[in-house]
Nanobody, 112 residues
Framework: QVQLVESGGGSVQPGGSLRLSCAAS????????MGWYRQAPGKQQELIAR???????DYTDAVKGRFTISRDNAKNTLYLQMDNLKAEDAAVYSC??????WGPGTQVTVSS
């Protein structure tokens, strides 16, 4: 059973940065595409960034140019670097593997 655990969430002012991490229990990053999702209060969960096994990345328009997804296969860890955070980025952020497994999530709050 694949287990994913996120960390790195917290509270930051607008314009600030955070880096989220997602630790996987198994060596899956080279076999599954990995994604970062977020869910804001009252809204549906959305896939905001993903990285394919080839290393190709793509982003939803709302975060393009501000967020960067990356992975460290040796550490079985996925990352999301979030820069220039905005109030509308506040949400619970979760990582996912192959659209089959998800972590419990980590809260990101953006406020002044």
């Amino acid at each position: 059973q694949v287990q994913l655990v996120e960390s790195g969430g917290g509270s930051v002012q607008p314009g600030g940065s955070l880096r989220l991490s997602c630790a996987a229990s198994q060596d899956i990053l080279t076999f599954y595409w990995m994604g970062w999702y977020r869910q804001a209060p009252g809204k549906q969960q959305e896939l905001i960034a993903r990285i394919l096994t080839s290393g190709t990345t793509d982003y939803t328009d709302a975060v393009k140019g501000r967020f960067t997804i990356s992975r460290d296969n040796a550490k079985n860890t996925l990352y999301l670097q979030m820069d220039n955070l905005k109030a509308e980025d506040a949400a619970v952020y979760s990582c996912g593997a192959n659209g089959l497994y998800w972590g419990p999530g980590t809260q990101v709050t953006v406020s002044s």
